[in-house]
């Protein structure tokens, strides 16, 4: 057994957090060091599935909807899911209650909330015409065509900058920004704190995507004064394919949120049927339409792994394990066969690594193929996620050690 191999063990058997991992449903793992079977690496695109959601679906299948049926929408708590949930993933991502309602995909809460910034940014006191926005260049492309959209809709010029760039960017024209937390392909971390700030000084509003941050780090969006912010559930969230994603809109601008989108499910009398909108008080007017209860109540049952967990337990877990393994590639693959993209302070790296590699498409094939489940994106990088709540150190070294013999071939 490797040196690696035997701080690995050691790690394992110090981890606080290790008896999460039966929370979940995960493959069987093996010591055999030619095998690598059951280690899931890919949590940042698709989280793995709690024990407990399986049997709390079929419960919403055959007796919420088979024998209460609409009876459902109040004695199944049906009506108020979006903001029951909201506030069970507040903490997550350092949010009072009452500021988060749970509902719609991703891209449509950019949307909402984009426009809504820009809105908010045109009230008088302002200053300025506010008719730009800008957004992360280096952004996950469906935020990008939302900002594009969402500019046309609001008359503004779109202006893609880096995050690094957003400070000497912003000017009296700018209405809002639209960052990434962590980047998508090389798992940087951005500074939500201090570009936030210089956002608030310039007199714009910050929009900030937090799908690959959220139930990996501590955000703190309250503490920070984010205006407002977006995120997916089925990431580290583990909320399953396709899950809700969530809206997050800061107390003090509650009253003067905008939806672009003003659907009866955010009307203040919603059975009513007025022919004129009058918003929801609160976080409720980020609602839009029918609630996808079926996916939305398997979020709130995946969200119960995280009962008695801090996510600053999991912060401290995920840097030791991404140190780990780039401990281990550095140990294993041989010189100048991979390059790290994913930067090696703790206070700009999220809980991925990204590493290039010039036939990375066929080399994370072959990985799979032998059971290290991580993923590529195009033209050539790695991605190997690690969510603290099912991964271990053990995993971590057995994954370098195959990539390194994968590489070898």
Not at 110 to 124: H, I
Not at 259 to 265: A, D, E, H, Q, V
């Amino acid at each position: 057994m490797s040196e690696l191999a035997v701080k690995a063990q050691k790690l394992d058997a110090a981890d606080e957090l290790a008896a999460l991992r039966d929370r979940f449903v995960l493959d069987p793992g093996s010591d055999r060091v030619a095998d690598a079977a059951g280690v899931y690496l890919d949590g940042n695109s698709l989280g793995a599935l709690p024990a407990s959601v399986p049997d709390r679906v079929a419960d919403v299948v055959r007796r919420q909807w088979g024998e209460l049926r609409i009876r459902s929408w109040g004695e199944s708590g049906w009506w108020t899911a979006p903001e029951r949930i909201g506030d069970r993933i507040a903490p997550l991502v350092g949010a009072a209650p009452g500021q988060i309602v749970v509902g719609d995909s991703t891209s449509v809460n950019v949307f909402k909330a984009l426009v809504a910034a820009v809105r908010l940014a045109r009230e008088p006191g302002h200053g300025g015409r506010r008719d730009e926005i800008l957004v992360d260049a280096t952004t996950f492309p469906t935020d990008g065509y939302i900002a594009r959209s969402a500019a046309r809709m609001t008359g503004c010029a779109l202006r893609p900058v880096t995050p690094e760039e957003v400070p000497g960017a912003l000017t009296d024209r700018t209405a809002a920004v639209l960052i990434n937390h962590v980047d998508y392909r090389t798992g940087r971390l951005h500074d939500l704190p201090s570009l936030t700030a210089a956002v608030h000084e310039a007199g714009a509003h910050a929009v900030w995507d937090l799908c690959h941050s959220a139930g990996a780090l501590p955000v703190g969006l309250d503490e920070h004064g984010v205006d407002l912010a977006v995120g997916c559930t089925y990431k580290y969230l583990n909320g399953g394919p396709g899950s809700p994603a969530y809206l997050y809109v800061r107390k003090e601008l509650q009253d003067r949120f905008d939806s672009p989108l003003p659907g009866w499910n955010s009307h203040a009398e919603p059975f009513g049927m007025h022919p004129e909108y009058e918003p929801a008080p609160g976080a409720l007017r980020g609602r839009v339409g029918t609630p996808d209860i079926l996916s939305m109540l398997a979020l709130e049952a995946a969200l119960e792994v995280w009962d008695g967990v801090t996510i600053e337990a999991v912060r401290a877990k995920s840097l030791a394990l991404t140190d780990f393994f780039l401990e281990c590639v550095a140990e294993y693959v041989p010189a100048g066969r991979v390059e790290s993209l994913t930067p090696r302070a703790h206070a700009e790296r999220g809980s991925q690594v990204a590493l290039r590699c010039a036939d990375a498409g066929d080399v994370m094939k072959r990985l799979i193929e032998r059971g290290v489940v991580g993923d590529f994106r195009h033209p050539d990088v790695l991605r190997f996620g690690f969510t603290p709540l099912y991964v271990g150190f053990g995993d971590t070294e057995r994954a370098a050690r195959v990539l390194a013999e994968t590489l070898a071939v």
